[in-house]
């Protein structure tokens, strides 16, 4: 744990000034991306951050294996879960699959 001290008797100035015209909390970049319910995104999340944790930047590449396997298993859902999935990790990625997929 990091934990700033500034030198005995000196008020930074970045502790000093009030926080005017900046945002309070953190904003999502691709919140707007997002079309399915808050569950449904969450359980996408979820699953990119342990795909990513298990397999580092291959994890992209591992969830549009799934999307092809669970395509080839018949599973309409499963696809659109992994390619989520796979978006969320590697945007490109899944946008290229989708316009082979459409091909």
Same mark, same amino acid.
Request: net charge positive.
């Given at each position: $744990?990091?934990?700033?001290?500034?030198?005995?008797?000196?008020?930074?100035?970045?502790? =000093?000034?009030?926080?005017?015209?900046?945002?309070?909390?953190?904003?999502?970049?691709?919140? +707007?991306?997002?079309?399915? =319910?808050?569950?449904?995104? !969450?359980?996408?999340? !979820?699953? #990119?951050?342990?795909?990513?944790?298990?397999?580092?930047?291959?994890?992209? /590449?591992?969830?549009? !294996?799934? #999307? &092809?396997?669970? +395509?080839?298993?018949? +599973?309409?859902?499963? &696809?659109?879960?992994? &390619?989520? &999935?796979? /978006?969320?990790? %590697?945007?490109? $990625? /899944?946008? %290229?699959? $989708?316009?082979?997929?459409?091909?």
């Amino acid at each position: $744990m990091l934990r700033f001290a500034p030198r005995y008797g000196i008020i930074s100035p970045c502790l =000093s000034r009030s926080i005017q015209g900046r945002h309070l909390r953190a904003v999502n970049d691709n919140a +707007e991306n997002w079309s399915g =319910s808050w569950a449904q995104q !969450d359980e996408a999340l !979820d699953t #990119a951050l342990r795909l990513f944790a298990a397999h580092g930047f291959s994890a992209a /590449a591992r969830a549009r !294996d799934a #999307a &092809v396997i669970a +395509e080839h298993s018949g +599973e309409a859902g499963r &696809v659109e879960f992994w &390619v989520e &999935v796979c /978006a969320t990790l %590697d945007r490109r $990625m /899944a946008r %290229d699959f $989708m316009k082979r997929r459409q091909s």
